[in-house]
């Protein structure tokens, strides 16, 4: 199998790193081995003859610059989705695998891909019985087992346990995953890259729920000082046309939409069109993507520009919009059944985040450019209990991994955190913290020109300095891990 790595691994990367391979490509080509691993549906409870039911998890393993004497293992900690996708768009990974002759796994979530317990999507979320083993605690029980596994009978003779030191990476969920692995398994892994991560961003932790969409506000605001006004605009006229036909027949004309809107349709929309403001500041790249949708470079800055073909706002803001959804010009209509964040595995992270991974988020139009939206925690469980038929637990994590207000990392080591400015997500990460918050060695960093993870990228011509100095700091602390690592065992 083979997968185009997004981004340019480029001749200038020698510099950039040190003494690392390097090639000219417009678009590099990884190739992999797919394998499967048998894992327990659950590990958590005690197996009674063999009886427990087990399924496949996918990974995906390159192995061009292993050398089982002295190399380490890069494990990407899979969120929601398939593999691929994260494999696609992580190519820091690849860049940086030659200087430490390293194995580089990618691990599908459970529940996500083709990694389904019981078989199908549809089965594995058919009723509670089946949907109750996707946890953030089992899946890390998965990725544990994935360490031993590969350490006992991959990489190494079997019957031995290879010595090589193992680092997890992860963007957005992932690197919350990934540090929570350093956290929880600190026998097993050595140390994390946590992109993205907003760790703190818990009921009864984060205070400041407007957060994520100050930041979007103020991204659009530096890419054209007007925009944030006319999307801010546009939310009432949008409604107000949503109320007859006439209105009705205009908006989808101009949103191109797969489907005529009526009244429940141009409530979609709104609903998409906060998706996708949302989901273009998170990948507001210095260069074209196809991470969520095929956008150009600096895609707000383009949106932006694209307002200004029209003094009627509601028209302006479909221009811009038509870059989103097919900036290609290859897609028909614009379907509103569909996801702004495209094929990432939204059954389970619909019911992740109705059960464990509740993201408090509100939004005030006095502060920003959106609708206001308070966050009500106690309709959206009885909500997720009655869509889910499960319990909620919005405090369990907070409790479990730790954080702000009476709980800290302060038993955690050897996590480095990054976060974007431009990122929605950067609001409920460590950039919020000034203080110390972990035991030793947690490097915690803002990028000043970063969107979502834009560090895991694969380097490319156009990366901003901030960015690159980032990932220097980052490897520098992938060796202090290491070679302290081989130290002990020696």
């Known amino acids: 199998t083979c997968i185009p790595i997004s981004g340019n691994i480029s001749s200038g990367i020698n510099a950039e790193y040190g003494d690392i391979e390097s090639c000219n490509c417009n678009t590099c080509t990884i190739y992999w081995k797919t394998i499967f691993v048998d894992q327990l549906v659950d590990h958590f409870a005690l197996d009674h003859k063999g009886e427990q039911r087990v399924f496949s998890q996918k990974l995906l393993v390159n192995l061009d610059h292993w050398k089982p004497d002295g190399g380490i293992v890069f494990f990407y900690t899979g969120n929601e989705g398939a593999i691929e996708l994260f494999a696609q768009n992580t190519g820091f990974m690849f860049d940086i695998a030659p200087a430490f002759n390293a194995a580089v796994v990618f691990a599908e979530h459970r529940y996500y891909g083709v990694s389904m317990p019981f078989g199908s999507l549809n089965e594995s979320f058919s009723d509670w019985t089946k949907s109750r083993y996707l946890t953030v605690e089992q899946a890390m029980a998965d990725f544990a087992h994935n360490i031993v596994w590969l350490k006992e009978s991959y990489l190494n003779e079997p019957g031995s346990m290879s010595p090589a030191p193992v680092i997890t990476f992860g963007g957005s969920y992932g690197g919350m995953l990934a540090a929570w692995m350093r956290g929880k398994y600190p026998g097993l892994v050595q140390g994390a890259i946590a992109a993205s991560a907003p760790v703190f961003m818990w009921p009864g932790m984060w205070k400041d729920l407007t957060g994520p969409y100050q930041i979007i506000t103020q991204v659009f605001r530096d890419a054209a000082a007007d925009c944030p006004d006319k999307v801010a605009k546009s939310w009432d006229l949008l409604t107000e046309m949503g109320k007859t036909k006439v209105g009705q027949k205009q908006l989808t004309k101009l949103f191109h939409t797969c489907k005529p809107l009526d009244r429940d349709g141009v409530a979609a929309l709104s609903e998409w069109l906060n998706g996708m403001y949302f989901d273009m500041a998170m990948v507001n790249y210095p260069y074209p993507t196809s991470f969520l949708a095929d956008l150009p470079a600096w895609p707000v800055k ?78 959206l469980v009885a909500f997720c209990e009655k869509k889910w038929d499960s319990t909620a637990r919005p405090y369990w994590l907070k409790h479990f991994f730790g954080g702000m207000d009476g709980a800290d990392f302060s038993g955690y080591s050897n996590i480095f955190f990054s976060n974007g400015r431009l990122d929605p997500w950067a609001a409920g990460g460590t950039a919020i913290i000034d203080d110390e918050f972990c035991l030793s060695d947690c490097p915690n960093i803002l990028i000043a020109d970063g969107a979502h993870h834009l560090d895991l990228r694969a380097s490319n011509p156009a990366d901003p300095d901030s960015v690159l100095v980032a990932r220097k700091l980052e490897v520098e602390a992938i060796k202090r891990w290491t070679t302290s690592t081989h130290k002990t065992e020696l």
């Not at 702004?340 to 464990?356: H, K, N």
């Open 302 to 379: 383009e949106f932006c520009r694209r307002t200004n073909s029209s003094e009627d706002v509601v028209t302006a803001i479909a221009a811009g919009a038509q870059m989103y959804s097919n900036y290609t010009g290859t897609t028909k209509c614009l379907d509103l059944d569909s996801d702004p964040a495209g094929d990432l595995g939204m059954t389970g992270w619909d019911f992740q985040a109705c059960t464990e991974m509740i993201l408090p988020i509100a939004s005030n139009k006095s502060e920003d450019m959106f609708p206001t939206e308070v966050f009500d925690l106690k309709a």
